[in-house]
């Protein structure tokens, strides 16, 4: 099989999300085959306790009952992705609930979000991960169900919108993990993120972030040209920020009394600290703000290689991208955005 590098584009339409489910999966049928055929192995040795992917299939076989309770639609989405790329949904699963059955720690991920002096909001998102979803990582999908319209991002064999996505109703979202030793039985966090592509407004995007979640997580959000917003989950507590100029966000709380030593790495800290001393030294906040941010090599928001700390390893920039909900365009980075082009696609 030739293993293409690169990030496919789909266009779906459906009825409902089951059918949007088994299309998904129909059209990326290859792409999930192998993604889950790697991953085992992946899995494994990237795990600390080097545990074998049975034992991760039965770990999540945990977060079914809270998943069927909060968001069945999604989960017959699910099992219908499974179904079309013929393979095991306990299996692909597995994928789904990464972040919450796989003990690695990475580090991974910068958000920020500027308003330009057009009034204009701007969202740019570096993804970081595993050096091998290089290759037949992630995708991109240009999505409706009913009377929804969405365009997302995801990774092979999970949701659309498990990396970044905007809908219709201009609300736009990326995600960064916070770093943690523990997680709780609940939603898996993929599955958040997928559901946040039906949200209409900042309202129902809370609502749907308030519904029990399993990871601690921050995402960067905002509603067409009205409104930018970030949310930090920690357990059950969520703590928003708002900013009329910009937002940053990395993989530690920002707040320093929440802050140890084990959950804000010095290496998020840098990035962070980074992303903010570029913006604020900007004349006039522009794209070009942003490319800047997620370009640099300074505090190596735009990552490219594999390193590991005492807690925690940290991945290469494997994508990138910028969003405009207002006039409903993303920009697509394949690779690290310093030395690859921007593509744009629009909903």
């Not at 960067?220 to 009205?226: K, Y």
């Not at 604020?280 to 290689?305: F, Q, W």
């Not at 955005?337 to 593509?343: D, E, I, L, S, W």
């Amino acid at each position: 099989m030739k293993i293409k590098r690169g990030i496919p584009f789909i266009e779906i339409s459906a009825k409902d999300n089951e059918e949007f489910g088994y299309k998904l999966g129909k059209k990326l049928k290859k792409e999930i085959q192998y993604r889950l055929e790697k991953n085992k192995k992946l899995y494994h040795e990237a795990s600390a306790w080097k545990k074998p992917f049975s034992h991760f299939v039965e770990e999540s076989k945990k977060y079914l009952v809270p998943l069927e309770k909060n968001f069945p639609e999604l989960l017959k989405e699910a099992k219908a992705i499974a179904r079309g790329a013929e393979v095991p949904f306990e299996e692909l699963f597995v994928i789904m609930c990464e972040n919450e059955v796989v003990d690695f720690t990475i580090l991974h991920c910068t958000s920020v979000a500027v308003r330009t002096k057009d009034n204009e909001i701007l969202v740019g998102h570096n993804e970081d991960w595993f050096q091998e979803y290089t290759k037949w990582g992630l995708f991109l999908v240009k999505g409706k169900i009913g009377k929804n319209r969405f365009l997302a991002t995801g990774f092979i064999g999970n949701l659309a919108g498990s990396s970044v996505g905007f809908n219709e109703a201009g609300v736009v979202h990326t995600d960064n993990s916070l770093m943690s030793a523990r997680f709780t039985i609940g939603v898996p966090r993929s599955f958040h993120l997928r559901a946040l592509l039906d949200a209409k407004d900042p309202k129902d995007a809370l609502r749907i972030l308030n519904k029990t979640g399993s990871a601690v997580s921050n995402t960067m959000m905002a509603w067409s040209d009205r409104k930018l917003f970030d949310i930090e989950e920690l357990w059950t507590k969520h703590r928003v920020f708002t900013n009329d100029e910009f937002l940053v966000h990395t993989n530690h709380p920002i707040l320093k009394k929440y802050q140890t030593k084990k959950n804000s790495p010095a290496e998020s800290r840098k990035r962070y600290k980074r992303a903010v001393e570029i913006l604020s030294n900007e004349k006039e906040l522009t794209i070009e703000s942003i490319k800047k941010v997620l370009r640099d090599h300074k505090a190596k928001i735009c990552e490219h290689r594999r390193k590991k700390d005492k807690y925690v390893m940290s991945a290469p920039t494997i994508a990138s991208f910028i969003m405009n909900p207002r006039d409903k365009w993303i920009m697509v980075c394949c690779g690290q955005p310093c030395v690859n082009p921007y593509k744009k696609y629009y909903l």
